[in-house]
């Protein structure tokens, strides 16, 4: 018996990378797999293709696992509402939605269009709530049901060249969050995770100099996509019903737990504070505890285990 046995997922992005390792693992364990990716560029905006999709949904069929396929894209909201219906007519309801799917177009802030910003916050923001919003109420009515979205060390720590990115991942988090609030008395979970994995969304990162080469060379030899995909599985399995409103990371076979923001450090003025008197003492006296500006390589600068 497998920890998805008997249930039906969703599982997004699932051509390639880290949503079709979760596909695979999905069904592996047990589910009932809607298989779903837009079958795109990873900049996205062009028309797609079903053909990747199907053969995700076929490699599970072909292994004895029960799959269907669908090319519709997260950001259209009534697309991500049949794809809820599809996976209740095709396998008699659902349980959980895996959402990895995701697009990049990178570039420095100062040089960004409207264009790549929007498109990104579409795909990732717009499309996690259209997948949580499609099935959240299902969930509650059936007192039974889990989220696991996907963030970015890009939101959560910082990384130059990807200001959409990491404002859709942070969005991401905040979403997360409420939506694990207000299903905790339902059973309704939701939970993120920052993976590091070599993925063709990676394979785009320009390599500039011998460090980011490193970097990329650590993530391709050592962080696969199959590693994160178990904790995927396990987070959309009922057997994590005490696991809701975290944020992890896998990075390698090293699971992190994130902590989330809390204060670290307070002043006060009985007086009240101004301009003058926050330049002087509050913000100096603080200094120690800024949190600096240095990229996920300063937070994990340590090989993969």
């Not at 905006?45 to 269907?68: F, L, S």
């Not at 996976?87 to 895996?98: E, R």
């Not at 859709?168 to 939506?179: F, N």
């Not at 970097?215 to 391709?220: A, F, I, Q, S």
Request: with cysteine; charged share 20%.
């Amino acid at each position: 018996m497998g920890v998805l046995s008997g249930k039906v997922v969703i599982v997004t992005g699932a051509a390639g990378g880290i949503g079709k390792e979760c596909a695979l693992l999905a069904a592996q364990e047990g589910a009932k797999v809607v298989v779903n990716d837009l079958g795109g560029s990873v900049a996205g905006g062009d028309a797609g293709d079903a053909g990747p999709a199907e053969q995700t949904a076929q490699e599970i069929r072909a292994a004895g696992g029960e799959a269907v396929s669908n090319s519709d894209s997260v950001t259209d909201m009534n697309a991500v509402k049949a794809m809820v219906e599809q996976a209740k007519d095709t396998f008699g309801g659902l349980h959980a939605i895996i959402n990895p799917a995701g697009i990049l177009r990178d570039g420095m802030f100062h040089k960004m269009s409207e264009e790549d910003w929007d498109r990104v916050i579409e795909v990732h923001l717009r499309g996690a709530f259209n997948v949580t919003r499609a099935a959240v109420e299902l969930f509650r009515d059936q007192q039974e049901g889990s989220f696991v979205h996907f963030t970015s060390t890009s939101g959560l720590i910082g990384n130059i060249g990807q200001a959409n990115y990491a404002a859709a991942k942070l969005g991401v988090m905040g979403l997360s969050r409420i939506v694990a609030m207000e299903g905790a008395l339902k059973n309704v979970r939701s939970n993120i995770i920052a993976p590091f994995a070599w993925t063709r969304m990676i394979a785009t990162i320009p390599v500039k100099d011998e460090a980011s080469a490193q970097r990329v060379g650590r993530m391709k030899n050592a962080m696969r996509a199959d590693q994160v995909a178990q904790l995927a599985i396990a987070l959309a399995s009922p057997e994590s019903k005490e696991c809701s409103g975290q944020v992890f990371s896998v990075r390698g076979n090293e699971v992190v737990l994130f902590d989330q923001p809390r204060p670290v450090r307070n002043m006060a003025n009985t007086e009240g504070w101004t301009p003058r008197s926050l330049l002087d003492v509050a913000l100096p006296a603080m200094k120690n505890s800024f949190t600096d500006l240095g990229a996920t390589a300063a937070v994990f600068p340590y090989e993969p285990i």
